[in-house]
């Protein structure tokens, strides 16, 4: 898939898609889906730059949501182990949505690893 360059008010709106991941922190698991799914939902039209990347923000923090509620899991059956798997989730959440953010506001593509695809790229 090409894009052409994406202008300034793309690659903030871009940014601004991975950078509402942060609202995980703030408000818990849903939070982190609700903030980039909003922003994906006002601004998608506005070129395929921001199409593009809030359909990455989106897909990366269900992947995240999915991942914390079976950390919830791991904290019931395992005490100790879970609490060490939602450290590791958490971090990974952190450090992924600052690189994605910076890079969209660079005006690159990013792609997160270890990310489900549910909500696909357009053709």
């Known amino acids: 898939m090409t894009f052409e360059a994406p202008d300034q008010d793309q690659r903030r709106w871009g940014m601004i898609c ?22 994906w939902i006002f601004r ?7 199409d593009d990347q809030g359909r990455q923000a989106i897909n990366f923090q269900i992947t995240v949501l999915l ?42 593509h990013f792609r997160y690893s270890w990310s489900l695809a549910l909500l696909p790229a357009e053709s």
Request: charge should be positive; glycine fraction near 16%; proline fraction near 1%.
């Open 18 to 39: 991975h950078a509402s991941g942060l609202l995980v922190f703030v408000t818990g698991g849903i939070g982190g889906v609700l903030g980039p799914l909003l922003v």
């Open 44 to 50: 998608r039209r506005s070129g395929a730059f921001v």
């Open 67 to 108: 991942l914390v509620i079976a950390g919830a899991v791991l904290v019931v059956l395992s005490q100790g182990f879970g609490l060490i798997v939602l450290g590791f989730v958490f971090a990974w959440d952190l450090i992924m949505i600052v690189v994605a953010a910076s890079r969209a506001w660079e005006g690159q």
